[in-house]
């Protein structure tokens, strides 16, 4: 999950960028002095950090991609604009199939819960009721 001097790589079929974000920032709340990530050097506790602001970034690129409908080939010209550089990160080919990745994960998690939505909800079933039975004569 730390990378320290490279990008994550989101583009695995299991990768979950969302599922990234909330363990990153629990390992940000340890008080550690050093850290030896996936990929990279050994680090302080910063290259946490930093793996957390870039996933955090994309997630919300690509929550914002969605939302104002951005066409998949006006990605590497949306990721140039100021509001959506991150720091220390080339906008080549590695961070275009990232954020294209996580728009893809977030559009199946918009529709899975749209889905679950739209979903019937089942009628309660409901217990017999008994009645009482007269005698027998």
């Known amino acids: 999950l730390v990378l320290h001097g490279k990008l994550p790589y989101l583009q695995s079929a299991d990768a979950d960028p969302r599922g990234w974000e909330q363990i990153l920032t629990r390992l940000g709340a340890l008080d550690v002095a050093r850290v030896v ?27 914002d991609f969605i939302r104002t409908s951005v066409p998949d080939e006006l990605y590497d010209m949306k990721l140039r604009e100021p509001d959506n550089r991150i720091e220390n990160v080339v906008v080549g080919a590695d ?16 529709e899975k819960l749209a889905a679950q939505k739209n979903a019937p909800t089942p009628a309660p079933v409901r217990a017999p009721t008994k009645t009482p039975q007269r005698g027998k004569s």
């Open 37 to 63: 990530p996936g990929h990279g050097t050994i680090s302080d506790r910063q290259a946490v950090g930093d793996t957390l602001a870039y996933v955090r970034k994309v997630n919300q690129l690509a929550t």
């Open 95 to 110: 961070h275009i199939a990232n954020v294209k990745a996580a728009v893809k994960l977030e559009r199946a998690r918009l």
